[in-house]
T-cell receptor
Framework: AQSVAQPEDQVNVAEGNPLTVKCTYS??????LFWYVQYPNRGLQFLLK??????LVKGSYGFEAEFNKSQTSFHLKKPSALVSDSALYFC?????????????FGAGTRLFVKA | DAGVIQSPRHEVTEMGQEVTLRCKPI?????LFWYRQTMMRGLELLIY????????DSGMPEDRFSAKMPNASFSTLKIQPSEPRDSAVYFC??????????FGPGTRLLVL
C-alpha cells in the first residue's frame, strides 16, 4: 500500500530565508509525487510534480522539490520565503504500478513565514 | 476553463437529513475523485471514478455514503441520513489520463 508522511505539523521561517517542507513516501513501484498548497477557505492548488527524469523539479511561485529515491523523500524547497507563502502544504503520492490513479495525501504541513 | 465546479459551497443541515453534494469536472477529464477534509483526519480519499465507473470506494465511511457519476460531466456524493460527525469540507478533483489532479473549491458541510 502506498503512504506518505509529512513529519512536521508546522514550519516557521523568516521572510527572505530558505524554506524546506519535508515529505517521505512509501510505494511498491515507481511513484508519481506531487506538492499542493491550500490557502484558507480554498481548494488545493497544484505546485509541482515528479514523474520521471531530472530529480530536481521546478514548479509554481519559485518552489522546487528534489526526488531522492534512496531516501524515499520529496522535500519541497524555496530559496527565499515570502510572507505570502504562508499556507498549508500537502505532499501526495500515486503508485503507478498499481495501475490506478489513487492518490494519497499527507497530513499537511502548515508554513508560517514571518516578516 | 472554468475549473472543477462544486455546489453548494456551503451547506447547513440537521442530523438525519439527506445531503447531496455535486461536482462538475473539468471538460475532457476522465477520472473524478471525492475527498473529505477534517482537522482530525486530514484529507481522505472517499471514492474515485474512471470513465464514469467507480474504481475504488474503500474510503467511503459507511453505507450512509453513496456516490454516482451518471455521465462524464457530473457526479454526486450523497449522505443519507447525515450525522454531526459528517461535518467537513468535501472536495472534488479531476484528472485526464492519469495526469495532475485539479481540485474544486470544496463544499463546507455542517450537520447540526
Amino acid at each position: 500500500a502506498q503512504s506518505v508522511a509529512q513529519p512536521e505539523d508546522q514550519v516557521n521561517v523568516a521572510e527572505g530565508n530558505p524554506l524546506t517542507v519535508k515529505c517521505t513516501y512509501s510505494v511498491s513501484g515507481n511513484p508519481y509525487l506531487f506538492w499542493y498548497v491550500q490557502y484558507p477557505n480554498r481548494g488545493l492548488q497544484f505546485l509541482l510534480k515528479y514523474i520521471t527524469g531530472d530529480n530536481l523539479v521546478k514548479g509554481s511561485y519559485g518552489f522546487e522539490a528534489e526526488f531522492n529515491k534512496s531516501q524515499t523523500s520529496f522535500h519541497l524547497k524555496k530559496p527565499s520565503a515570502l510572507v505570502s507563502d504562508s499556507a498549508l502544504y500537502f505532499c501526495a503520492v500515486r503508485d503507478i504500478r498499481s495501475g490506478g490513479f489513487k492518490t494519497i495525501f499527507g497530513a499537511g504541513t502548515r508554513l508560517f513565514v514571518k516578516a | 476553463d472554468a475549473g472543477v465546479i462544486q455546489s453548494p459551497r456551503h451547506e447547513v443541515t440537521e442530523m438525519g437529513q439527506e445531503v447531496t453534494l455535486r461536482c462538475k469536472p473539468i471538460s475532457g477529464h476522465n477520472s473524478l475523485f471525492w475527498y473529505r477534509q477534517t482537522m482530525m483526519r486530514g484529507l481522505e480519499l472517499l471514492i474515485y471514478f474512471n470513465n464514469n465507473v467507480p474504481i475504488d470506494d474503500s474510503g467511503m465511511p459507511e453505507d450512509r455514503f453513496s456516490a454516482k457519476m451518471p455521465n462524464a460531466s457530473f457526479s454526486t456524493l450523497k449522505i443519507q441520513p447525515s450525522e454531526p460527525r459528517d461535518s467537513a469540507v468535501y472536495f472534488c478533483a479531476s484528472i485526464r489520463d492519469g495526469g495532475t489532479q485539479y481540485f474544486g473549491p470544496g463544499t463546507r458541510l455542517l450537520v447540526l
